[in-house]
């Protein structure tokens, strides 16, 4: 484990080393108590460095075109110069220890871009723990000099929130639909979103893309102003992952939107306040893990669930009575 000490990893990755990166997330993710250790002090020291990306988050339904999309605005940023990494919050990995199918082998022509670094989700025993790593490996890609930060959610729900609470701008990239679809997309999801991309918008698809990008301009537009988006946002474009059109425009406004935010106080504000989420979901799962780890507490545990469980006992009551025993 000598070439995972963090003292040899930090230099490494400043330096943009993709291996000691690679290394340095694999350490991030390993849940022996050990890499732990290593981990924390590997983090602390390369936070001193003040290295920041644009982190972007991305969601969308199955069957949107994620990938492609992913794949071809990844290749136009490298194509202007720019260092890109794709991190994926899979909340499947948590239930089937798994990523569904390696992200690599979707983005084949971005994952051989030498300015590009794709890493699938890791596997976790639950979403917080996918969260954790996900949130950790954004800080050393950022350590190792990228640009921007792609974070992925596959799959719909908690995911959102998770990375919302980890990115700069929240992106959902929609499929060209009818108006019974767009009410079916639940309300707290377009609420996160500064930018909706409606993709398809080509061949046979176009002008059902076109009216899709007007619905939702519509609706963006009966949601409360925030006080985080200049005039005009957040906003709906249309783009064409496949044609590769609406690229350009669609990274356009996105940096207006950071630069906006950056002039106004906003996004020092909102990094403060995830930093702040963070350290609290931190201590919070510290004390949960220091909780399952002592056997008495287990026992009580158990003892207690299973009274609430046969009904004998009201679930706030048998809780008041662990702390009440934890207090003591």
Same mark, same amino acid.
């Given at each position: 484990? &000598?070439?995972?000490?963090?003292?040899?990893?930090?230099?490494?990755?400043?330096?943009?080393?993709?291996?000691?990166?690679?290394?340095?997330? &694999?350490?991030?993710?390993?849940?022996?108590?050990?890499?732990?250790?290593?981990?924390?002090?590997?983090?602390?020291?390369?936070?001193?460095?003040?290295?920041?990306?644009?982190?972007?988050?991305?969601?969308?339904?199955?069957?949107? /075109?994620?990938?492609?999309?992913?794949?071809?605005?990844?290749?136009?940023?490298?194509?202007?110069?720019?260092?890109?990494?794709?991190?994926?919050?899979?909340?499947?990995?948590?239930?089937?220890?798994?990523?569904?199918?390696?992200?690599?082998?979707?983005?084949?022509?971005?994952?051989?871009?030498?300015?590009?670094?794709?890493?699938?989700?890791?596997?976790?025993?639950?979403?917080? /723990?996918?969260?954790?790593?996900?949130?950790?490996?954004?800080?050393?890609?950022?350590?190792?000099?990228?640009?921007?930060?792609?974070?992925?959610?596959?799959?719909?729900?908690?995911?959102?929130?998770?990375?919302?609470?980890?990115?700069?701008?929240?992106?959902?990239?929609?499929?060209?639909?009818?108006?019974?679809?767009?009410?079916?997309?639940?309300?707290?999801?377009?609420?996160? @979103?500064?930018?909706?991309?409606?993709?398809?918008?080509?061949?046979?698809?176009?002008?059902?893309?076109?009216? &899709?990008?007007?619905?939702?301009?519509?609706?963006?537009?009966?949601?409360?102003?925030?006080?985080?988006?200049?005039?005009?946002?957040?906003?709906?474009?249309?783009?064409?992952?496949?044609?590769?059109?609406?690229?350009?425009?669609?990274?356009?406004?996105?940096?207006?939107?950071?630069?906006?935010?950056?002039?106004?106080?906003?996004?020092?504000?909102?990094?403060?306040?995830? @930093?702040?989420?963070?350290?609290?979901?931190?201590?919070?799962?510290?004390?949960?893990?220091?909780?399952?780890?002592?056997?008495?507490?287990?026992?009580?545990?158990?003892?207690?669930?299973? @009274?609430?469980?046969?009904?004998?006992?009201? @679930?706030?009551?048998?809780?008041?009575?662990?702390?009440?025993?934890?207090?003591?």
């Amino acid at each position: 484990m &000598t070439d995972q000490s963090p003292a040899d990893l930090a230099p490494r990755i400043l330096a943009s080393d993709r291996r000691a990166l690679a290394r340095a997330i &694999t350490l991030v993710e390993s849940g022996r108590a050990e890499h732990r250790a290593q981990a924390v002090e590997l983090l602390d020291t390369l936070a001193g460095e003040g290295r920041q990306a644009l982190r972007i988050g991305l969601s969308g339904t199955p069957g949107v /075109g994620k990938s492609t999309f992913i794949e071809a605005f990844g290749m136009m940023l490298t194509g202007k110069g720019l260092k890109v990494a794709v991190l994926a919050v899979d909340p499947s990995s948590a239930r089937s220890g798994g990523s569904i199918l390696g992200d690599k082998t979707r983005m084949e022509r971005l994952s051989r871009d030498p300015n590009a670094f794709i890493r699938p989700s890791p596997s976790q025993a639950h979403l917080g /723990g996918v969260a954790r790593r996900t949130r950790e490996a954004v800080s050393l890609c950022e350590a190792a000099g990228f640009d921007v930060v792609l974070i992925e959610t596959v799959g719909v729900g908690q995911s959102e929130t998770l990375v919302a609470e980890m990115v700069d701008l929240f992106v959902l990239l929609m499929a060209p639909a009818g108006g019974d679809e767009l009410q079916g997309v639940k309300r707290g999801i377009m609420e996160m @979103a500064d930018l909706i991309l409606v993709n398809k918008a080509d061949g046979d698809l176009k002008p059902a893309a076109m009216r &899709t990008v007007s619905d939702y301009a519509g609706a963006l537009r009966l949601l409360r102003k925030r006080p985080q988006d200049p005039e005009g946002f957040p906003k709906a474009l249309p783009v064409s992952a496949m044609e590769e059109n609406g690229l350009e425009k669609a990274w356009e406004e996105m940096t207006a939107l950071a630069e906006w935010r950056r002039a106004n106080g906003h996004f020092d504000q909102r990094r403060a306040e995830q @930093a702040r989420h963070w350290f609290e979901a931190e201590v919070r799962e510290g004390l949960l893990a220091r909780l399952r780890r002592d056997p008495e507490i287990r026992a009580k545990m158990r003892e207690l669930g299973d @009274a609430v469980a046969s009904g004998e006992s009201a @679930a706030s009551a048998a809780a008041a009575v662990m702390l009440e025993q934890l207090g003591g």
